[in-house]
């Protein structure tokens, strides 16, 4: 494997690793840079359905999206990202996540790692942004570090107006409303493996904190959000084809972005998701 750091926040390209085959002693490192680098990207991969589900069992057991309808139809693991239509009926997902978040964040286990397998990507646009969330409560002011330190939020995974616009733009049946119920996270949580402080709260997904009137909830949510999200913090990642992306939840919020080509074009990609622990 050769490793080379993608910017100075987070992030790895590995080459040299096929991971349709990968070994005991080669999961172990992989493991160890998702751990070192929080997001990973293994180039030119022909990484088959099959060898995906096999190498995320490996991180640990999977979850499956509550959008039922957008799973893949012999691998309900297996959660579809996708514009192509076939047979009048849509492939995938097309809006997977236009706002920030942590996948599963709604979830009482919250997402611990996230796969992505691209099968065709456009010529251009649809990056993806992330963002390092211990770096940003390492620099977080003091005075608002104290202001969320021990503070609980509600995580919410259905549209919602406040405390900035930005929303979960999903078609969701009672069912599956019924089935995502709020949760409330610690804002600071405490990565299991690393024991590294990070910060877990997501524009488009933490909804209010407990014990707080909504405007004084609004405000420091919004002071929170207004930091994590500056540009100095984002790494933009641009899909080549035969990429796999792997990244930690636990430390990381992310973005998918939009461009002509990524919305004229074909782009379809396959995700798992690991479950992770609650968070603490």
């Known amino acids: 494997m050769q490793v080379t750091p993608l910017s100075s926040s987070l992030g790895a390209e590995v080459v040299g690793i096929d991971l349709e085959s990968i070994g005991d002693d080669s999961f172990a490192q992989v493991n160890q840079l998702v751990l070192d680098h929080q997001l990973v990207v293994f180039r030119d991969q022909s990484l088959s359905p099959e060898g995906q589900l096999r190498l995320s069992r490996r991180f640990g057991p999977l979850d499956v999206h509550p959008l039922t309808q957008y799973n893949h139809p ?21 809006d997977g996540g236009s706002y920030w978040h942590s996948d599963f964040a709604f979830r009482e286990k919250p997402a611990k790692v996230t796969m992505l397998n691209a099968q065709k990507i456009p010529s251009s646009g649809g990056a993806t942004l992330f963002v390092n969330m211990y770096q940003t ?9 104290q202001a969320v330190q021990g503070r609980r939020a509600i995580h919410r995974y259905r549209k919602k ?16 409303l019924a089935a995502t119920p709020d949760v409330d996270h610690p804002i600071v949580r405490t990565h299991p ?23 004084s909830s609004d405000a420091l949510l919004g002071r929170v959000f207004d930091h994590c999200t ?12 035969g990429d796999v ?24 990609i396959f995700r798992t998701t690991i479950m992770g622990d609650r968070p603490f």
């Open 245 to 268: 992306v792997m990244w930690d939840n636990r430390c990381v919020m992310h973005k998918a972005t939009t461009g002509i080509a990524a919305v004229s074009e074909p782009r379809t």
């Open 230 to 241: 500056q540009e100095k913090y984002q790494y933009a990642y641009q899909w080549r084809p």
């Open 161 to 176: 107006a406040k405390p900035n616009g930005e929303t979960t733009r999903v078609e969701m049946t009672p069912e599956q």
């Open 74 to 94: 012999q691998y309900p693991e297996i959660f579809v990202l996708s514009n192509e239509v076939k047979d009048g009926k849509p492939v995938g997902i097309t």
């Open 137 to 145: 409560y390492d620099e977080l002011v003091e005075e608002v570090k």
């Open 193 to 215: 493996e690393t024991g590294r402080k990070a910060l877990f709260a997501h524009p488009g997904i933490t909804v209010k904190i407990l014990d707080m009137d909504d405007e």
